[in-house]
């Protein structure tokens, strides 16, 4: 009952949360027009989740009017197709993750390289907008891809990848983590974009704000879809009792780029079942990134860097790899320390022409209960050429590297060309 009384105070406090530091502008205008927008993407097509001001700031052209209503709702997104030669027989065919470069002796079926054409990353959105009558904005957003991993090759089923509201400055729904920095994400062609990554999309309750001009804060509730917890023959499975707590700080800086520092608290738990008494542990990590634009062709940097204790399950690279702790031979759980580190340059070499490079590693210091034919440490490297032929046509080749090291100290090298053809609409 406790509990029950305490959430209610949480969701009560919330309701009124979003008129607190409320700048909106008064009246029912949204921009409608079309700005003068790069031919690609900096961010890879990838929606801002914006709220408050910085919704009713953001241009929303190609929209219509919801007639009866002060809405308006847009349909977008992108059909994308992917040539993929493998030379190490990488065991995604899809996509290059990190833990799927072969590594000889592992324990997986060897296989050599191949050829794959598919259309996975194509999605669309359908995005509706609104202002009340006081000026407080709403939003509605709803994405899907067809990256349904489970499925066969010749069943790409829809996959959702984004559902949230927005009322005012409060956020609820399904989307990017308030610890995930879309600034500092790398432009590829392949879809895990070099995974070495802080941050996922995820149910979330989140409120955010603006201190002045330049900085903003957020906090947040979210679920931790991927705890990560090696159980080492006990039975039993994670299971949760308390979301992941996170908070943020943004800077603009003076070329539109921006500054990233990110803190999250969570609960590691196991749930021993019938066999002996459930176990849990704190986690934490803290992440500092960013981008920064420089010269007048808007090419720019970005960085990445995290740190944390049992902060693995928030490392895209290690997802599904029971990362974050392991249990020892009593049957107590113990976290184990993770961090990443990532950079890379974006040269406009033409309004048509980009070229990206992109570096990402991450690293674990594992609990000697670990096993030692999981992976310890990784990294990727990407080089892309894209070129924008047609005003919604991007089109381009990328060279990776990868390598993956396991606890043992083997390890593996893996290579892949990728050529794409992009329409965004």
């Known amino acids: 009952?406790?509990?029950?009384?305490?959430?209610?105070?949480?969701?009560?406090?919330?309701?009124?949360?979003?008129?607190?530091?409320?700048?909106?502008h008064a009246g029912d205008t949204l921009k409608t027009t079309v700005p003068e927008a790069d031919r690609i993407s900096d961010f890879r097509e990838n929606m801002i989740d914006w709220t408050g001001q910085d919704l009713i700031d953001a241009n929303?052209?190609?929209?219509?009017?919801?007639?009866?209503?002060?809405?308006?709702m847009a349909i977008g997104g992108y059909v994308k197709l992917d040539y993929i030669q493998d030379f190490s027989g990488g065991y995604d065919r899809y996509q290059y993750e990190?833990?799927?470069v072969p590594?000889?002796?592992?324990?997986?079926?060897p296989q050599s390289g191949y050829m794959n054409l598919h259309a996975r990353e194509s999605r669309f959105n359908i995005d509706v907008r609104s202002i009340t009558e006081t000026g407080m904005p709403l939003r509605i957003f709803i994405e899907l891809d067809f990256y349904n991993i489970n499925d066969p090759e010749f069943n790409q089923t829809p996959r959702l990848r984004h559902i949230y509201g927005v009322v005012g400055r409060l956020l609820i729904g399904r989307t990017w983590g308030t610890h995930s920095d879309l600034f500092a994400v790398p432009t590829t062609i392949d879809f895990a974009a070099g995974d070495a990554l802080t941050g996922t999309r995820r149910a979330q309750v989140r409120f955010e704000d603006k201190i002045n001009q330049k900085l903003n804060y957020a906090f947040a509730l979210e679920m931790l879809e991927y705890p990560?917890?090696?159980?080492?023959n006990f039975p039993g499975k994670a299971s949760l009792s308390l979301p992941l707590a996170v908070g943020r700080i943004t800077k603009l800086t003076s070329k539109k780029g921006r500054l990233?520092?990110?803190?999250s608290a969570f609960q590691l738990r196991y749930d021993r079942q019938s066999t002996g008494?459930?176990?849990?542990?704190?986690?934490?990590?803290?992440?500092?990134?960013?981008?920064?634009?420089?010269?007048?062709?808007?090419?720019y940097f970005r960085w990445m860097a995290s740190y944390g204790n049992g902060w693995g399950s928030n490392i895209v690279a290690t997802l599904g790899t029971t990362a974050s702790a392991v249990l020892n031979p009593q049957g107590k759980i113990e976290a184990m320390p993770a961090w990443n580190l990532g950079t890379g340059v974006a040269l406009n070499l033409s309004p048509v022409l980009v070229s990206n490079f992109n570096t990402n590693w991450f690293g674990l210091n594992p609990s000697e209960y670990r096993s030692e034919d999981k992976i310890k440490l990784g990294g990727s490297g990407h080089l892309n050429l894209i070129w924008s032929p047609l005003k919604a046509l991007n089109t381009g080749g990328e060279f990776m590297v990868l390598y993956r090291e396991n606890g043992d100290g083997s390890s593996g090298v893996g290579t892949r060309l990728q050529f794409m053809v992009k329409y965004i609409f």
């Open 1 to 24: 009952m406790k509990k029950l009384t305490i959430l209610l105070a949480v969701l009560g406090t919330c309701s009124i949360l979003p008129v607190l530091g409320q700048d909106w």
């Open 277 to 299: 008494p459930n176990t849990s542990t704190l986690g934490w990590g803290a992440s500092f990134s960013g981008r920064e634009y420089f010269s007048s062709k808007r090419h």
């Open 260 to 263: 990233f520092f990110g803190l």
């Open 60 to 72: 929303f052209p190609n929209s219509w009017p919801l007639f009866g209503s002060r809405a308006r």
């Open 98 to 100: 990190i833990q799927n």
């Open 228 to 232: 990560g917890i090696d159980g080492n």
């Open 103 to 109: 590594v000889p002796g592992d324990g997986r079926v």
